[in-house]
């Protein structure tokens, strides 16, 4: 699997790009809701392997867009960057190639030396943002922490979460912030010799806004069930595509947010019983 962008939205200079797994669908549209003018329906081609794309001139980073399967919806994409509305809400092209990084020098934290603060983005700080946590840095590294573990911050329906109800995987909680101040903590934390780790969530989906099953029935397992949801279907027919949502999502935090690692919740509920 290529760590390149195959899922969502992908800002270029021209244009978008726009990608969706949506093997049983006919039909997918992407509905463009650009500021100050009326919403745009821009058809996607499907191809042989189950997935819609399309290239759309003029469409960039700061709109928002949706996708219409078979004439229903129109449902947020589910490898969004970014929710600004909500998981409810439509999805926004964000640019990640615009961040200005500066830990071009940074090379990481040798696992013997690596001394963990666990940390709520939500209850870590009074603002209760990414912001915030950047800005308490500093007391950290003067504790003597060389790592931090972000416990999951996928986007959930509502404002307070522990993050184990995650359902838009692809985009930091906009409660949190932006995906930007995502990237300024990551970057200031290595500024300061601490790495950053992140908790994420692939067993189940929270039940409020998990929007992959409009587009595919495959993404929930039709034999396996966790303690908190359905399980996601890794083992069974057209699980290929499943399994490389995921992967991509594991690449993207390291690719586009420079996370040095990730912990992955309860791996005995990440059910396989495939080869």
Request: with cysteine; charged share 20%; net charge negative.
């Amino acid at each position: 699997m290529s760590a390149d962008p195959l899922l969502g939205a992908t800002a270029e200079g021209w244009g978008a790009l726009f990608r969706v797994w949506a093997p049983s669908a006919k039909t997918i549209e992407v509905v463009l809701e650009r500021a100050g003018g009326p919403p745009e329906s821009h058809p996607l081609k499907k191809s042989a392997d189950g997935y819609f794309g399309a290239a759309i001139t003029g469409a960039g980073a700061g709109d928002l867009y949706r996708y219409r399967v078979d004439g229903k919806g129109p449902f947020p994409d589910p490898a969004s960057r970014f929710q600004p509305q909500g998981v409810h809400g439509p999805s926004e092209i964000v640019n990640p190639a615009a961040f200005a990084w500066t830990d071009d020098g940074w090379s990481g934290i040798p696992q013997s030396n690596l001394i963990f603060y666990e940390i709520h983005v939500g209850a870590f700080t009074p603002e209760g943002t990414f912001s915030g946590v950047a800005g308490k840095l500093g007391e950290l590294r003067d504790l003597g922490v060389t790592a931090i573990e972000l416990m999951p911050v996928a986007d959930f329906a509502g404002d307070r979460n522990w993050g184990y109800d995650g359902v838009a995987f692809f985009a930091p909680a906009r409660c949190y912030g932006t995906p930007d101040d995502l990237r300024r903590l990551v970057n200031e934390a290595h500024r300061l010799g601490i790495a950053v780790f992140l908790d994420v969530i692939y067993n189940h989906a929270g039940p409020d806004g998990a929007y992959q099953p409009q587009f595919s029935s495959a993404y929930l397992s039709k034999s396996h069930h966790t303690p908190w949801g359905d399980a996601f279907n890794f083992d069974g027919r057209m699980s290929e595509p499943v399994r490389d949502f995921f992967i991509e999502n594991a690449t993207r935090w390291v690719t586009e947010y420079h996370l040095d690692g990730l912990r992955l919740d309860a791996t005995h509920a990440i059910m396989d019983d495939s080869r």
